[in-house]
């Protein structure tokens, strides 16, 4: 079927550095994706989020690149600071209000 | 209130007995969606409710599984017959007005341990 998936599952970055995680969608009709961080023992927060109109989107420190060729999205973290260290989800909808379909998530560690 | 909010934060539970989990969401949202975490995994949707339409139960993995929302506003996601397997972090997110696609927010969860 359908799924969102990541092509790593971890991600060791030294602090200060960028960061880059990816994230394949294989459902061509969707076109709303947002980017979660979640923190050990707390839910999923919102961090940026893109709609298929658009290729890229920035925020602070933080960019989400959408190509819709082949179906990637990428969140960019712009000096990677140990605050950073979680696991990221790429989410997906389909149309409407719908639920999200989410990726099994990167484990972001950075490294003081 | 300023986010979506979760009670009992951790429930630990017999196996068989009957669980009752509640969220209460942002105020104004008329979309609620419940999901299921396990250990190291990504999110697995059980349940979404929008305005008054009958709820999408198309993720609720058994009839032992049910949710209400009362009111439009506070859900309870009621597990009977516990199992282990039901053992996992359930979340509730909301989202706006239901106009459109827009972003869900959650809560921070309900830790569950069936023993």
């Known amino acids: 079927g359908e799924s969102v998936g990541l092509h790593l599952p971890t991600l060791s970055v030294q602090e200060g550095d960028n960061s880059i995680i990816n994230c394949a969608y294989s459902?061509?009709?969707?076109?709303?994706f947002i980017w979660y961080k979640q923190e050990s023992g707390k839910g999923p927060q919102f961090i940026i989020d893109?709609?298929?109109?658009?290729d890229k989107r920035q925020g602070q420190r933080v960019t989400v690149l959408l190509n819709k060729t082949v179906k990637h999205l990428s969140l960019q973290i712009a000096a990677t600071q140990p605050g950073d260290s979680a696991v990221y989800f790429c989410a997906e909808i389909f149309s409407g209000n719908t639920p999200l379909v989410f990726g099994k998530g990167t484990r972001l560690s950075v490294i003081a | 209130g300023a986010g979506v909010s979760q009670s009992p934060s951790n429930k630990v539970t017999e196996k068989g007995k009957d669980v009752e989990l509640r969220c209460d969401p942002i105020?104004?949202?008329?979309?609620l969606y419940w999901y299921r975490q396990s250990l190291g995994q990504g999110l697995e949707f059980l349940i979404y409710?929008?305005?008054?339409?009958?709820?999408?139960k198309s993720g609720l993995p058994s009839d032992r599984f049910s949710a209400e929302r009362t009111g439009g506003s506070v859900s309870t996601l009621t597990i009977q017959r516990t199992q282990q397997e039901d053992s996992a972090v359930y979340l509730c997110?909301?989202?706006?007005?239901?106009?459109?696609?827009?972003?869900?927010?959650f809560g921070p969860g309900t830790r569950l341990l069936v023993l």
């Open positions: 997110a909301s989202s706006g007005t239901g106009t459109g696609q827009e972003t869900q927010y």
């Open positions: 893109i709609r298929s109109n658009m």
């Open positions: 459902n061509s009709a969707s076109d709303y």
């Open positions: 409710f929008q305005g008054n339409s009958a709820p999408d």
């Open positions: 105020s104004g949202h008329t979309a």
